[in-house]
């Protein structure tokens, strides 16, 4: 008779939220199990975030706090002194003693992380299909085929998404005059990106948030001399990390009931941060380690009051910047070679050699505006999250057949309290679920440690759970293109 294969987890997407996942689902699985990572870059485990190469772009927080085991809160710390990590890098360490290293260094972590669970768990594969699904579609009585770009496709029990962040929205004017424009640099995530950029180039970045900040230290790194003008509609730089030593950290929110609503909890936080004598920093982030439950807390108005209002300026207070970033963006601005504008975007158009572009400052009369001629114009807006199922052609598939819809909120895809994707008919699927930011709707806080591990260690698992006490129907195995492990 005829050997029944295991399972076979699919898992769409490598980077962080898709490898994290599969290494724990390997951790918690009982009984031998196939994860099958579909990833197009060469490793897993980096994604948009940590497989940049790129020497000047560096974790946003201390290394101390880029935390993945709640058990081993410095693991990584740790690992990264153990290997030598200051010797061939130098400036991760901060005047404070604060680590904060190039985030390829995170990336090989993860990788290692993940080896280490392929040989504590040999029962358990993980294997690495380099490619790209295209589309998904139910198979069998609870399967899923997963159709990928180099031709081919193969079957799961249970099909993951994790799919990577889509590049920024190019603003309308943009697309309407220059979306073919050479000197638009739409995408800039890509390793190539600003190669293009001369070191004497006037660039003008949109957006001021932290890929503002990692393009700023790229083209430093560099040697670029040109000037700099970075704009956004409130023109906020990430704030940078508290100067001094905390005592103690600021704990309330994880044992004390907040105030219901969006505004008395924004009263709360701002008298929180008048009469304690800590910095604002504390406060923030004792709110953010709760921010999952506050998030669930507030209901549909007060949610959609948030991302409307407050969201710009939690983001730039939320989501800081390593030192050593802060540093160069103070220097730059202080030899005015960086300025940055609170404005709004009033045209966009090809000027000979140059490109024109004319901002409306914040709060200035409508006849008052600013005329810029740049050489290159780098969209730095953030990813188009409203946009992604339309964008990914696998989350498209499985709206299209009704099996997938976007949240309420524009955040990503609509999930339950424990990742699975709802349906347009509003049925949760069990055999197919989310990790990472693109289920943010549900959870609220996903887009930095130890929030983005957090949720996919409990999907994995409640999936672990369900392969555990269910027997499978056999898929049919089917080839597979190219396959890595």
């Known amino acids: 008779m005829k050997p029944i294969p295991p399972p076979r987890v699919a898992v769409i997407g490598g980077g962080f939220s898709g490898a994290f996942f599969a290494a724990q689902l390997a951790k918690y699985s009982q009984h031998p199990l196939i994860i099958t990572v579909i990833e197009p870059r060469a490793a897993i485990g980096g994604g948009v975030a940590y497989s940049t190469p790129d020497p000047a772009h560096r974790i946003n927080v201390p290394a101390s706090r880029m935390t993945l085991f709640p058990e081993t809160p410095t693991d990584f710390d740790d690992w990264f002194r153990r290997g030598g990590g200051l010797e061939t890098d130098p400036e ?7 680590v904060y290293p ?14 280490r669970r392929r040989h504590e768990h040999p029962d358990v594969t993980i294997e690495h299909v380099r490619d790209a699904a295209t589309a998904v ?20 029990d249970i099909t993951v998404l994790a799919t990577s962040h889509p590049p920024p929205g190019m603003p309308a004017l943009i697309a309407r005059n220059l979306a073919d424009d050479p000197g638009v640099i739409a995408n800039p995530w890509r390793p190539d990106a600003l190669d293009q950029v001369a070191p004497d180039d006037d660039v003008l970045i949109i957006g001021t948030g932290l890929t503002m900040a990692d393009v700023v230290a790229s083209l430093t790194h560099r040697g670029h001399r040109g000037a700099i003008t970075a704009f956004s509609r409130r023109g906020l730089l990430p704030r940078g ?19 219901p609503g969006l505004l008395a909890l924004l009263r709360q936080v701002r008298r929180q941060i008048a009469e304690t004598n800590l910095p604002w920093q504390s406060v923030f982030d004792d709110v953010r380690a709760n921010g999952q439950a506050l998030w669930r807390q507030l209901g ?14 939690w983001d730039s207070h939320r989501y800081r910047i390593a030192p050593q970033i802060e540093k160069i963006l103070a220097d730059k601005q202080h030899d005015q070679s960086l300025r ?9 158009r090809r000027e000979g050699e140059k490109i024109g572009i004319v901002v409306k400052p914040r709060r200035a009369p409508s006849d008052q505006s600013k005329s810029i001629l740049v050489d290159r114009v780098v969209l730095t807006t953030g990813p188009a999250h409203g946009t992604v199922v339309n964008q990914n052609p696998a989350l498209h598939s499985l709206a299209a057949r009704g099996l997938l819809q976007a949240d309420a909120l524009g955040l990503g895809v609509s999930v339950d309290a424990q990742g699975q994707v709802i349906a347009q008919d509003g049925a949760s699927q069990k055999t197919l679920l989310v990790v990472g930011p693109l289920a943010r709707e549900q959870y609220g806080e996903l887009m930095g440690l130890p929030q983005v591990a957090a949720q996919p260690n409990a999907v994995a698992a409640h999936v672990a759970s369900f392969l555990n006490n269910r027997r499978f129907p056999v898929l049919k195995e089917l080839a597979i293109v190219t396959t890595e492990s």
Not at 103 to 115: M, S, T
Not at 149 to 155: F, I, K, P, T, Y
Not at 301 to 313: E, G
Not at 340 to 348: D, N
């Open 340 to 348: 940055v504008l609170a404005a709004s975007l009033v045209s966009a």
């Open 300 to 313: 549909p108005a007060d949610r959609r009051r948030f991302l409307r209002h407050l969201r710009v300026y």
């Open 92 to 98: 991760a360490l901060w005047t404070d003693g604060a």
């Open 102 to 115: 190039r985030r390829a260094a995170f990336a090989r972590y993860v990788k290692q992380i993940l080896e």
């Open 137 to 156: 579609e139910p198979a069998g009585a609870t399967g899923w085929r997963i159709y990928l770009a180099q031709g081919g496709h193969l079957e799961a």
């Open 241 to 259: 990390h508290a100067k001094t030593p905390v005592p103690a950290p600021f704990a309330w929110y994880a044992s004390h009931q907040p105030p």
